[in-house]
């Protein structure tokens, strides 16, 4: 019987040794793992071209709040943004935050995608002058006056 007990402590041995290295790699991963909102490493700071308040994202839903929250927190990458909507011939609009102090963002798809993402680049870490090199790259396309 004793040899019987021996063969279960030898079978055993490796699941409880591959539970353990299990558990130990779960902790380290959770520890390591990084927060879905970290510390952004872009702070952009000076003046605002822009001064007006951006309007608040309670009015509208979906990407649209989305759009507005982002650009009332992060309005100085915003206000450095061309709008490339084309607004600021056409509306007069000084930056592409201005499409945000009224409503002329929540009707403009070009003005959403722009500040969403200005943002995602902005999370990534990067650097103001990145940020509007890979939103104009990405953005552009020739001016064409509106028709009346």
């Keep these: 019987m004793s040899a019987k007990k021996n063969k279960k402590k030898v079978k055993l041995r490796p699941a409880i040794f591959i539970s353990v290295i299990t558990l130990i790699l779960c902790i380290v991963y959770s520890a390591t793992k990084p927060t879905e909102h970290t510390t952004l490493v872009a702070p952009a700071t000076g003046q605002l071209i822009?001064?007006?308040p951006v309007m608040s994202s309670a009015?509208?839903?979906g990407?649209?709040?989305?759009?507005?929250r982002i650009a009332s927190e992060i309005p100085k990458i915003i206000d450095s943004q061309f709008c490339y909507c084309?607004?600021?011939k056409n509306h007069q609009h000084k930056t592409l935050?201005?499409?945000?102090t009224n409503k002329?963002?929540?009707?403009?798809?070009?003005c959403i995608n722009e500040v969403l993402y200005a943002y995602e680049l902005y999370?990534?870490?990067?650097t103001l002058d990145e940020i509007i090199m890979l939103v104009d790259k990405k953005f552009y396309?020739?001016?064409?006056?509106?028709?009346?």
């Design 104 to 110: 002329h963002g929540s009707k403009c798809d070009t």
């Design 123 to 126: 999370k990534q870490g990067k």
């Design 86 to 88: 084309y607004c600021k």
């Design 141 to 148: 396309r020739p001016y064409k006056p509106q028709r009346l």
């Design 63 to 68: 990407k649209t709040a989305e759009a507005y």
């Design 50 to 52: 822009e001064n007006r």
């Design 97 to 100: 935050l201005t499409c945000f």
């Design 59 to 61: 009015f509208f839903t």
